[in-house]
């Protein structure tokens, strides 16, 4: 029998809470990352008011400096940690696939120069659409419809760029280049990215709208993942038949391998906070795990470099965690955390490789307080533990110490 009858992790996209040990060997627009701190540089720069992570414990992970604006509880209701990622990267993927307890050791691949013109040439082909080669590097979502987006209008030429991940990203007006249209040129850049020398963690489709000046990307974003290279956690839950619910790009990100009921993409922050209650008060979930990915405070704030707007976006996920706590069952179990860090204030607008925190919270608690620093794939091992299932590739579990 489950300790835990239900169990809701919440991944607070690059919500990272200071450098790694090894962040040194990591770099952002040439600097390394040895003095980022996400939350730590917020809170000291723009000030950090969220009073509900507070409660959960915050305030109390270990951290050479405390938090400036977020005090330690000396009675917290939650447990708390930090933890560390073994794999090599820091990028969306492979922070998820370690939480479900994998270890990526081979990095995907980048293209800090951009892409080569074999991969061009071929989408070009397939689609009979050019590809504007001014935009083939890394970019800036925004920026880069701003730079390109009145030439497409006019020639409907394709805006392939990268970024600092292992992404390739295809921008496109949806009055001059339909979705759909999109998405298969899409799953052509798919097909041909699937091994070396170009072995991309995602194709990302970006569609816009609007006039020249006046761009604004849509919520008809498609996220084209590759499958995990070895079973996660996720699919052990399913392969035992235990309800495993997504949502937000967690299908995309695993390819919807281990998942069995998927709640879909989410518009914002608080539709995809509207998505996981709705999901937590169905009267179909008696059982099983929900995964949701939180992606406004990386993509908006986070690589926009904008930690006024990154802590309001904080704000606004802290005033609806009462509403969270409130859809939790007795027996249900609650996990916070991040997948790596994104440091607003930090040089370039790559993530940064930080520590993520951890809150776990259950209305069942009877202690509560610090649990030991660990890492990344503790929490798929700590799930695998509850649930009577096997781990997967690493991680140790902690669910003696959640009481």
Wanted: hydrophobic share 35%; glycine share 8%; aromatic share 8%.
């Amino acid at each position: 029998m489950s300790k835990f009858n239900r169990i809701h992790l919440i991944v607070l996209d690059s919500v990272g809470i200071g450098a790694a040990p090894d962040a040194n060997n990591f770099v952002n627009a040439g600097v390394p990352d040895g003095a980022s701190d996400t939350l730590g540089h917020i809170s000291k720069t723009v000030g950090l008011n969220v009073p509900n992570m507070a409660k959960l414990g915050l305030g109390n992970i270990p951290r050479e400096q405390p938090l400036k604006t977020v005090p330690a509880e000396s009675n917290p209701t939650g447990y708390a940690t930090k933890l560390e990622e073994v794999s090599l990267g820091k990028d969306t993927m492979t922070g998820h696939w370690e939480i479900m307890g994998l270890n990526i050791t081979e990095p995907f691949d980048t293209f800090w120069n951009g892409f080569p013109e074999e991969i061009l040439t071929q989408i070009e082909e397939f689609s009979g659409r050019k590809v504007i080669r001014e935009a083939n590097k890394p970019y800036s979502g925004t920026a880069v419809i701003d730079d390109f987006g009145p030439r497409q209008m006019e020639t409907g030429e394709l805006i392939i760029y990268t970024s600092a991940d292992p992404v390739l990203q295809i921008a496109a007006h949806e009055d001059i280049i339909p979705v759909e249209e999109l998405y298969r040129i899409c799953e052509f850049a798919r097909s041909i990215t699937l091994e070396r020398p170009a072995l991309l963690g995602r194709i990302i489709a970006r569609p816009y709208v609007g006039e020249p000046g006046n761009f604004t990307r849509t919520s008809n974003r498609r996220d084209l993942a590759i499958s995990p290279f070895a079973p996660t956690v996720l699919d052990k839950l399913n392969e035992a038949g235990i309800d495993t619910y997504s949502v937000g790009k967690i299908s995309d990100i695993f390819n919807g391998e281990g998942i069995n009921h998927d709640m879909g993409h989410n518009k914002s922050n608080n539709h995809g906070v509207d998505n996981l209650i709705k999901a937590m008060t169905s009267e179909d979930f008696k059982h099983g795990f929900s995964f949701t990915n939180l992606v406004d405070f990386d993509a908006l704030y986070g690589h926009r470099r904008n930690p006024q707007g990154y802590r309001d976006c904080l704000h606004e996920f802290d005033e609806r965690l009462p509403e969270i706590i409130a859809a939790m069952k007795e027996d249900d179990l609650l996990m916070i955390t991040a997948d790596h860090g994104n440091d607003p204030t930090y040089a370039g607008t790559d993530h940064t490789r930080e520590y993520i925190p951890f809150l776990a919270y259950s209305p069942s608690f009877k202690c509560s307080g610090l649990i030991p620093v660990g890492h990344f794939a503790d929490i798929s091992a700590t799930i695998a533990d509850n649930f009577g299932v096997e781990k997967a590739m690493i991680g140790e579990s902690f669910l003696d110490k959640l009481v």
